[in-house]
């Protein structure tokens, strides 16, 4: 595999509907099940000091617990305010039930 692609987590790992946090390569990693996809994002809110596997996850939007503000798990774009920034999404890879996420 080309890239930085560490194995971040097993697929039956990351729940249908729901999101986990990983550290993966040293950073903390955002793992969400989406629709039998798997998303990967930062871990920490642009916005404020929360992290999003703490969140409420809404089909493709994972809603930040500390001020509402919502992110595409799909492009790390922010949808609402207070949120301006987007949030960091990384490339997945699944092989052999292994999930993998590009960090570079």
């Known amino acids: 595999m080309s890239g930085n692609w560490i194995e ?3 697929r039956d790992a990351i ?7 990983v550290i993966v390569g040293g950073r903390e990693i955002a ?3 989406v629709d039998g996809e798997v998303y990967a994002t930062d871990n920490a809110c642009t916005h404020g000091n929360a992290r999003l596997c703490d969140g409420f996850l809404d089909g493709h939007e994972i809603e930040c617990p500390l ?3 919502k992110f595409d798990v799909r492009t790390g774009a ?3 305010a207070p949120l301006t920034a ?5 490339p997945i ?4 039930d ?3 996420v590009d960090l570079s």
């Open 8 to 10: 971040a987590a097993s």
């Open 15 to 21: 729940p249908e509907d729901d999101v986990i946090g």
């Open 31 to 33: 793992l969400y099940g």
């Open 67 to 69: 001020h509402q503000g």
């Open 78 to 80: 922010a949808i609402c």
């Open 86 to 90: 987007a949030v960091r999404r990384y």
């Open 93 to 96: 890879r699944i092989e052999a």
């Open 98 to 100: 292994k999930v993998y």
